[in-house]
């Protein structure tokens, strides 16, 4: 009688670990579908159409306004700022290495160079091809030091240029962090990645919301995503 309660009491064990969610182990395998998804996103995109809002946040003030956004590889933006009523507060217009900064609210236009300008205004160094990936969900992933399994899905940590980048991945394969960071532990910024859809072959985020350490932040809601002219 023994032997059977034994073995009763050691099915039922089996059963309920088998009924448990177990946490998935990262492999080769996984990992390479990750960046797979990552890269295989940036090459389908050619176009980009989109609208939503961009909310500035920071100690010193936090403003909202209307976005829309055209974007053709490889180096084509138009990025329109409005109020409601559809009243431009701007326009910025990137053809190649140059850009064009139409500030309707001030009656004045800016010209430049890209790089030169991003170099000018951020502490570190990053390209304009870099941004955008960036904001597509596609970073450039340099040398992958490690990765491993975490509670919630998967982390990476890889280094590129003189910058460490920490990505944190659900088990979907979607990235949802995105951490930019010095050796010595400094953060540069943070990316964080949500509401995910599908659009053609790909997926890409609807929220995107880009912070430094202070929780200094630009928060970019789209309503609407057209890629390739799709419909």
């Known amino acids: 009688m023994d032997k059977y309660k034994f073995l009763l009491i050691h099915a039922i064990v089996l059963f309920l670990i088998s009924c448990a969610p177990s946490k998935k182990v990262l492999t080769d395998l996984n990992f390479d579908y990750f960046i797979s998804k990552i890269n295989h996103r940036k090459d ?16 010193e003030f936090s403003n909202s306004a209307n976005l829309r956004v055209n974007f053709k590889k490889p180096d084509t933006l138009f990025i ?6 559809g009243i431009s507060f ?3 217009k990137i053809y190649g290495d140059k850009f064009e900064l139409i500030d309707r609210f001030n009656d004045r236009v800016i010209n430049g160079n890209v790089n030169e300008y991003i170099r000018r205004y951020l502490s570190f160094e990053i390209t304009f091809d870099e941004i955008i990936d960036i904001l597509l ?18 982390l990476v940590n890889a280094r590129e240029k003189n910058k460490l980048m920490v990505l944190k ?3 979907e394969g979607e990235l949802r962090d995105l951490t930019f960071a010095y050796d010595d532990g400094y953060k540069i910024f943070e990316v964080e990645y949500s509401r995910y859809d599908k659009f053609g072959e790909i997926t890409l985020p ?21 890629v390739n002219n799709e419909r």
Not at 80 to 85: Q, W
């Open 44 to 59: 389908y995109i050619k176009t980009i159409s989109a609208k939503g809002n961009i909310t500035v946040d920071s100690p």
């Open 80 to 85: 329109r700022i409005e109020a409601i009523f």
């Open 90 to 92: 701007g326009e910025i």
């Open 137 to 154: 969900a596609s970073p450039r992933i340099g040398e992958v030091e490690d990765f491993e399994a975490t509670d919630d899905g998967f």
């Open 169 to 171: 991945f659900d088990y």
């Open 206 to 226: 609807r929220v995107v919301k880009i912070y430094d350490e202070f929780r200094r932040g630009v928060y970019l809601n789209f309503s609407e995503i057209k």
